[in-house]
């Protein structure tokens, strides 16, 4: 519960940028949907970094722009889930 509060938090100040916190939060969700669903915390972690990847491949493309940042935020989310 703590992991999602530092999320909401993150979220609600604007020196933390909308736009990464964005990216970190989908990769919470991604991390967390797949974990459930395969009983895995690895294969989330790699699920968030695969959305990410995918996101920056997308933007690469000429309809946004590719940011390695993003990408990073994204990943990041993945540690919100994974207990160690």
Known sequence: MLRF???ALCLALPACGQDKAKHAAAGVVTSQAVAE???SQVKGCM???GLGLAKEAWDS???GTADGDDLLATSVGCGFVIEF
């Open 61 to 63: 493309t000429g309809r």
């Open 47 to 49: 699920a968030a970094i």
């Open 37 to 39: 669903m395969t009983g």
């Open 5 to 7: 509060s530092l999320l």
